[in-house]
């Protein structure tokens, strides 16, 4: 039944490079919307704070600004919208696809997605932010040398997925260079003009 709950409820996919702004944007969706918020860096950070076996090869690969296995998140992601499914109108998943591959291997095995909503912005401010919050997140991928990884692995598979959701007319792009309710303001208008 809950596999059943998948395939009437939104997904919406959330992508941008890493200090775009993403997760900051995703909680004020979900005040207004009501959506359900799956973010999988925050999942993947959960099962490394669980001390598992798995959890401290994830640090490895996070600190080092590289992907974690694409069947590590998609399980993570899918055990996680099955056991919210029943209670959620929609779902956004923040931070996903990360590479091409992982979109596609979505659809075949969750469900469509309704759109994309992708965050555009320079890498110096990508950099500044994420410089910012490192004063006080004590993220173990806050840091000058792991920023400059996350950006190179960002920017080379940025243009597939957009290429790929723009074809299929499912890319909302935001600018998100600006203040987080200005750029909010964009989002919400995304929104709307999907039906939502
Ligand atoms: P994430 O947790 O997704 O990290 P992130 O890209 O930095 O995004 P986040 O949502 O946290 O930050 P935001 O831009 O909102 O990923 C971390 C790592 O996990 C990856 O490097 C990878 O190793 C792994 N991973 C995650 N998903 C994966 C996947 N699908 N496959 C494989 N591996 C995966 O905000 C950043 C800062 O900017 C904040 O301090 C915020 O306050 C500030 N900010 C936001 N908007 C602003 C604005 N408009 N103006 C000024 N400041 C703003």
Known sequence: AAEEALKSTKVVFVLGGP???KGTQCKKIV???????LSTGDLLRAEVASGSAQGKKLTEIMEKGELVPL?????????????????SRGFLIDGYPREMEQGVRFEDEVRESD?????NV?????TSRLLGRAQTSGRVDDNEET???RLKTFSENKNAIMEYYSKGNKMEM????????????????????RGI
Do not use: C, W
Request: hydrophobic share 45%; net charge negative.
């Open 31 to 37: 005040e207004k919307f009501g959506y359900t918020h």
């Open 71 to 87: 069947e590590t998140v998609l399980m993570l992601l899918k055990d996680n919208m099955i056991a919210r499914a029943p209670n």
């Open 147 to 149: 920023i400059k990884q």
């Open 174 to 193: 935001i600018t998100a260079e600006k203040s987080v309710d200005e750029v909010f303001a964009e989002v919400v208008r995304a929104f709307e003009g």
């Open 19 to 21: 200090g775009s702004g």
């Open 115 to 119: 759109f994309l909503l992708y965050f």
């Open 122 to 126: 320079s890498e110096e401010t990508m």
